[in-house]
């Protein structure tokens, strides 16, 4: 069974710098692609960032440029750097993982991160 942790996510204010980190409990090197989604009041959930076994990247249009996801194989683990935090980036992030790029078979609880003065 596959068990993904988030953590770092707060409270910041708009212009800030946040570092969510995801903990999986299974060797992430074999899932695949892991990613991060994140989900609004009033939203859907949407994609943040996905990276592949062999480090290649995809961004929603949103972050692009201001948020960088990466992974570290031997800690098992996910991260995702947001700078330049606006507003409009609060919600719920959810580490993510799957065998195909596709909408995610594996999710984490979640994480809040609120961007506000």
């Known amino acids: 069974q596959v068990r993904l942790v988030e953590s770092g996510g707060g409270l910041v204010q708009p212009g800030g710098s946040l570092r969510l980190s995801c903990a999986a409990s299974?060797?992430?090197?074999?899932?695949?692609?892991m990613g991060w989604y994140r989900q609004a009041p009033g939203k859907q959930r949407e994609l943040v960032a996905r990276?592949?076994?062999?480090?290649?990247?995809t961004y929603g249009d949103s972050v692009r440029g201001r948020f960088t996801i990466s992974r570290d194989n031997a800690k098992n683990a996910v991260y995702l750097q947001m700078n330049s935090l606006k507003p409009e980036d609060t919600a719920v992030y959810y580490c993510?993982?799957?065998?195909?790029?596709?909408?995610?078979?594996?999710w984490g609880q979640g994480t809040q991160v609120t961007v506000s003065s």
């Open positions: 990276i592949s076994t062999g480090a290649t990247t």
């Open positions: 299974i060797n992430i090197f074999d899932i695949g692609y």
């Open positions: 993510t993982a799957d065998p195909r790029p596709g909408w995610p078979a594996y």
